[in-house]
């Protein structure tokens, strides 16, 4: 009878939020921390950007670097979690723009998600390629060299693989993102005990919390930026705990565990990244031949400390949690895409709105896999692809940060006035959302900037192989969704639409009953 009445409290606070109970409502609270734990992922953003850490100042970047950014990113997690809790639906943070702002901020703050939702997919799965490439350089020696085509041909398979799970084995997936929770606390432990234990050599306490390493081009004068350069490590792994608001409209007690499940994922990250950050820092045997690995700086980290037979295992490990983190990144991508399509803000949005016999957005899976090929596509043309993977990170990191912005900065202006659901900030709302904001802001104009004097478009060693196109996307990906809210988009789109009375939201749910029509879009869309 409990677990009657807490489905039926969930029911009636999504019809109250104007929808249909049409995704199925079977996730557990822990499984929904479970989802944004696996996207944050410390075994794929803390490892696979970690070239870009140790390159841009170095030790000190793991020692202060992720402790710095991991206080910032709670601070948003918590600001966010608060609205999450009001408003327990698929569209996460463009229905609570359109709820606390209107139609227009509820536009960008959907587009915007939706290409981060694009880019950290792309990011989690090239970054994926990259390590499962060093791993078949292990196991096979001679036959993988970790060519840029080389680890693209790798991407492609990954992100199939990924949108098959998510089209045809639900229950496959829903039990691999229980797993990753454990996968990826227990692999931390494990890497970071023979990191400890094996190696003969550790480099020292001083050493880790005092040594600078400046590796990007820039002169010594220019360290301070360089720095703040390195905090993309940190600020990039911390993305995608969005997925527990998008995942609400399948979580039971959603209001509470939608809110818990963004607040948990980024605690326990922060505490299990820390360590494994460490721990692969204090295991360098040469900072000349890490820092020159270039993506492949972990391995080579593996390789010195631990030899080659147990570098396998390690790698092994990190490829596991990377493939359960890109899995889930396509999961809560096409939920997104899906709940934006059903308020018809896409192009084509009756075919990404569409519900398989399974209950799934399948066309929606199907266009995040592509479009999240196609954003990191340029690396095939690079020498190792640290520049282009460098800024798919940065157009993720930019557009999910300023998505999750935008509500908080609207909660603000609401003040005391707004009612927040059954988890609450209560009057310490002003301070966190202020420092939220002024966060997000910082991170948008610094991840944009350019990589290395190479990428400086007046410099005269200027290259486009070294250009930082991030400001291209995020500038771009402006400029076309303002123009077309301008031209077209603010005469059509009114933000959420409300799918019925009652009695018709419980005919479009008949559908998913046995013996409905599944696998079409309600006429109501």
Same mark, same amino acid.
């Given at each position: 009878?409990?677990?009657?009445?807490?489905?039926?409290?969930?029911?009636?606070?999504?019809?109250?939020?104007?929808?249909?109970?049409?995704?199925?409502?079977?996730?557990?609270?822990?499984?929904?921390?479970?989802?944004?734990?696996?996207?944050?992922?410390?075994?794929?953003?803390?490892?696979?950007?970690?070239?870009?850490?140790?390159?841009?100042?170095?030790?000190?970047?793991?020692?202060?670097?992720?402790?710095?950014?991991?206080?910032?990113?709670?601070?948003?997690?918590?600001?966010?979690?608060?609205?999450?809790?009001?408003?327990?639906?698929?569209?996460?943070?463009?229905?609570?723009?359109?709820?606390?702002?209107?139609?227009?901020?509820?536009?960008?703050?959907?587009?915007?998600?939706?290409?981060?939702?694009?880019?950290?997919?792309?990011?989690?799965?090239?970054?994926?390629?990259?390590?499962?490439?060093?791993?078949?350089?292990?196991?096979?020696?001679?036959?993988?060299?970790?060519?840029?085509?080389?680890?693209?041909?790798?991407?492609?398979?990954?992100?199939?693989?990924?949108?098959?799970?998510?089209?045809?084995?639900?229950?496959?997936?829903?039990?691999?993102?229980?797993?990753?929770?454990?996968?990826?606390?227990?692999?931390?432990?494990?890497?970071?005990?023979?990191?400890?234990?094996?190696?003969?050599?550790?480099?020292?306490?001083?050493?880790?919390?005092?040594?600078?390493?400046?590796?990007?081009?820039?002169?010594?004068?220019?360290?301070?930026?360089?720095?703040?350069?390195?905090?993309?490590?940190?600020?990039? =792994?911390?993305?995608?705990?969005?997925?527990? #608001?998008?995942? @609400?409209?399948? !979580?039971? *007690?959603?209001?509470? /565990?939608? +809110?818990?499940?963004?607040?948990?994922?980024?605690?326990?990250?922060?505490?299990?990244?820390?360590?494994?950050?460490?721990?692969?820092?204090?295991?360098?045997?040469?900072?000349?031949?890490?820092?020159?690995?270039?993506?492949?700086?972990?391995?080579?980290?593996?390789?010195?400390?631990?030899?080659?037979?147990?570098?396998?295992?390690?790698?092994?490990?990190?490829?596991?949690?990377?493939?359960?983190?890109?899995?889930?990144?396509?999961?809560?991508?096409?939920?997104?895409?899906?709940?934006?399509?059903?308020?018809?803000?896409?192009?084509?949005?009756?075919?990404?709105?569409?519900?398989?016999?399974?209950?799934?957005?399948?066309?929606?899976?199907?266009?995040?896999?592509?479009?999240?090929?196609?954003?990191?596509?340029?690396?095939?043309?690079? =020498?190792?692809?640290?520049?282009?993977?460098? #800024?798919?990170? @940065?157009?993720? !990191?930019? *557009?999910?940060?300023? /998505?999750? +912005?935008?509500?908080?900065?609207?909660?603000?202006?609401?003040?005391?006035?707004?009612?927040?659901?059954?988890?609450?900030?209560?009057?310490?709302?002003?301070?966190?959302?202020?420092?939220?904001?002024?966060?997000?802001?910082?991170?948008?104009?610094?991840?944009?900037?350019?990589?290395?004097?190479?990428?400086?478009?007046?410099?005269?060693?200027?290259?486009?192989?070294?250009?930082?196109?991030?400001?291209?996307?995020?500038?771009?990906?402006?400029?076309?969704?303002?123009?077309?809210?301008?031209?077209?988009?603010?005469?059509?789109?009114?933000?959420?639409?409300?799918?019925?009375?009652?009695?018709?939201?419980?005919?479009?749910?008949?559908?998913?009953?046995?013996?409905?029509?599944?696998?079409?879009?309600?006429?109501?869309?």
């Amino acid at each position: 009878m409990e677990v009657s009445h807490g489905h039926d409290k969930d029911t009636r606070m999504l019809h109250a939020l104007g929808y249909a109970q049409e995704l199925s409502r079977k996730m557990s609270g822990f499984s929904n921390f479970a989802i944004s734990f696996t996207i944050i992922s410390i075994l794929s953003g803390t490892l696979t950007l970690y070239y870009q850490g140790i390159n841009y100042g170095g030790p000190v970047m793991e020692a202060y670097g992720w402790p710095v950014v991991s206080f910032f990113v709670l601070i948003v997690g918590l600001g966010m979690a608060e609205i999450a809790s009001k408003y327990p639906t698929a569209g996460g943070l463009y229905y609570w723009s359109s709820k606390l702002g209107g139609a227009g901020w509820g536009w960008f703050t959907g587009w915007f998600n939706l290409i981060g939702q694009i880019a950290i997919t792309a990011g989690i799965d090239y970054g994926a390629a990259v390590f499962t490439d060093a791993l078949l350089q292990l196991l096979w020696p001679g036959t993988f060299d970790g060519n840029s085509h080389e680890v693209i041909y790798v991407y492609a398979a990954i992100l199939a693989a990924h949108a098959l799970m998510n089209i045809f084995s639900v229950k496959l997936v829903a039990l691999l993102n229980d797993i990753s929770v454990w996968w990826h606390c227990l692999g931390v432990l494990i890497i970071v005990a023979f990191l400890v234990f094996k190696p003969d050599h550790h480099q020292s306490v001083g050493t880790v919390f005092s040594k600078t390493i400046n590796n990007s081009g820039f002169s010594h004068a220019w360290i301070w930026y360089v720095l703040l350069l390195g905090l993309l490590q940190a600020q990039y =792994t911390y993305t995608g705990y969005d997925a527990s #608001a998008h995942m @609400s409209e399948e !979580t039971k *007690g959603a209001s509470r /565990a939608a +809110a818990r499940g963004v607040v948990m994922s980024i605690v326990v990250s922060a505490v299990f990244g820390y360590i494994l950050a460490l721990g692969v820092t204090f295991a360098i045997q040469d900072f000349k031949a890490t820092g020159g690995a270039g993506t492949f700086a972990v391995k080579q980290v593996f390789l010195d400390s631990l030899g080659t037979t147990t570098a396998k295992v390690m790698l092994f490990i990190t490829v596991g949690a990377q493939f359960y983190c890109g899995m889930s990144s396509i999961t809560s991508a096409s939920r997104m895409m899906y709940a934006f399509s059903r308020d018809r803000a896409v192009p084509g949005h009756q075919l990404w709105r569409r519900l398989n016999a399974q209950r799934v957005p399948y066309f929606a899976a199907i266009a995040i896999a592509v479009l999240a090929f196609l954003a990191a596509f340029p690396a095939y043309f690079g =020498t190792n692809g640290a520049v282009a993977y460098a #800024a798919v990170t @940065s157009i993720a !990191t930019i *557009g999910l940060y300023i /998505a999750y +912005a935008i509500p908080i900065f609207l909660r603000l202006r609401h003040g005391d006035a707004w009612e927040p659901g059954d988890w609450s900030l209560g009057r310490h709302y002003r301070w966190i959302g202020t420092i939220a904001c002024v966060w997000v802001a910082f991170i948008a104009i610094l991840f944009i900037l350019p990589l290395s004097p190479a990428g400086v478009p007046w410099n005269d060693s200027f290259t486009w192989v070294s250009f930082n196109y991030a400001p291209i996307a995020v500038l771009g990906t402006f400029a076309l969704v303002g123009g077309w809210w301008l031209l077209s988009a603010r005469n059509w789109f009114t933000g959420p639409i409300a799918q019925g009375s009652e009695e018709e939201l419980a005919r479009i749910e008949a559908q998913y009953e046995p013996g409905g029509a599944t696998g079409t879009a309600p006429s109501s869309a």
